[in-house]
């Protein structure tokens, strides 16, 4: 859940996502800010409309929209081969895991490597 830090990386450390795709299979919303949208919809190269249409829903509380999921629970943008579709304009929420928001447990699951900051 964004703005949860459970497991800060240590101190001149942070950790490098290895694209394993784990977080990309787990359920939940994968929120989208207004502005992404757009961004997304043109890197994808579809009108605005038809990329809403096409991958994403309003969440319950209908504060924003989430990219859905695919029949396994996995995220729509994931490809095959593990990979996010959509990685150079993947949402914050994507871009903040683990390093500025992560839970109990998620380095038991996450491969991503720590590395020291000056890397
Ligand atoms: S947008 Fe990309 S990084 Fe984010 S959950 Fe989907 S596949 Fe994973």
């Not at 999921?69 to 871009?95: H, S, W, Y």
Request: net charge negative; charged share 25%.
């Amino acid at each position: 859940m964004p703005g949860f830090l459970s497991k800060p990386p240590p101190l001149g450390h942070h950790y490098v996502c290895t694209q394993c795709g784990t977080c990309c299979r787990w359920e939940g919303y994968v929120r989208l800010r207004e502005d992404e949208v757009d961004t997304i919809a043109e890197f994808l190269g579809m009108p605005v409309e038809q990329f809403v249409a096409r991958y994403t829903a309003l969440t319950d509380d209908r504060r924003s929209l989430t990219l859905i999921e695919r029949a396994d629970g996995g995220c729509v943008m994931l490809t095959p081969d593990n990979r996010c579709r959509i990685n150079p304009v993947k949402p914050f929420q994507c871009q903040g895991f683990p390093n500025t928001w992560n839970f109990p447990g998620w380095d038991e699951l996450c491969r991503a490597r720590l590395v020291p900051d000056e890397e």
